[in-house]
């Protein structure tokens, strides 16, 4: 069965700064990724997701994230961070050979920007 | 385009009441999720539906919840009766439900559940 690991529920940068949000998956097929994004009282927004091609993905408001299938992983990051950026960040994998299947979150990390 | 609407926003209920939670999602849309997302974890899949049909509600607790999609399009979530440990954000989100072609499922802004 697939699996989300986000490690570290809590990451805090300066404004400027880079931000580096860490995802692991587990996966018994090949994976379709995805990065959420929720702000206080609304539903999560999509960042950007990798389905197949190119391992570099690029997403809204700067964030990028790269699937490396020898690590497992697909870590979020931004060159320079804002303060608009605080938020809850959920990575996601698809259970299944779809990515309108399942969606198995991470337990999220919260994304604080200090001035 | 609009996005999921999802109704109410905030319920409070007392224990052993029943609750209902209403879905509507992007126009043309052929699947719906409804999600449970308890404080501090993501979201978890309760129930999806393709069009009017439920495919996969393995992880939904029949005992005391039950979902609807009537026509296929709006849908209705509900508890009866509920417990302490039902408070929380109830998501519902869709997509168009094409396989095998890229899609992304599209989050409504949630009913937040509290139990007393």
């Known amino acids: 069965a697939q699996s989300v690991t986000q490690l570290g529920s809590h990451v805090s940068v300066s404004e400027g700064a880079l931000v580096l949000l860490r995802c692991n998956y587990s996966?018994?097929?090949?994976?379709?990724l995805f990065w959420y994004v929720q702000y206080p009282n609304q539903g999560l927004q999509l960042l950007l997701k990798y389905t197949t091609g190119a391992t570099l993905v690029k997403g809204i408001n700067g964030f990028e994230a790269e699937f490396k299938k020898s690590e497992t992983s697909f870590h979020l990051t931004k060159p320079s961070a804002h303060m608009s950026d605080a938020a809850e960040y959920f990575c996601a994998v698809s259970e299944g050979s779809y990515n309108t299947d399942k969606l198995i979150f991470g337990t999220g990390t919260r994304l604080q920007v200090f001035p | 385009e609009a996005g999921v609407v999802q109704s109410p926003r905030y319920k409070i209920i007392e224990k052993k009441q029943p609750v209902a939670f209403w879905c509507n999602p992007i126009s043309g849309h052929n699947t719906l999720y409804w999600y449970l997302q308890n404080l501090g974890q993501g979201p978890e899949l309760l129930i999806r539906?393709?069009?009017?049909?439920?495919?996969?509600d393995s992880q939904l607790p029949k005992d005391r919840f039950s979902a609807e999609r009537l026509k296929g399009v709006d849908s209705t979530l509900k508890i009866q009766p509920a417990e302490l440990g039902d408070s929380a954000v109830y998501l519902c989100?869709?997509?168009?439900?094409?396989?095998?072609?890229?899609?992304?499922?599209?989050f409504g802004p949630g009913t937040r559940l509290t139990v007393l």
């Open positions: 996966s018994s097929v090949p994976p379709y």
């Open positions: 989100a869709s997509s168009l439900g094409v396989m095998g072609v890229s899609d992304t499922q599209y």
């Open positions: 539906y393709e069009n009017e049909e439920a495919v996969d």
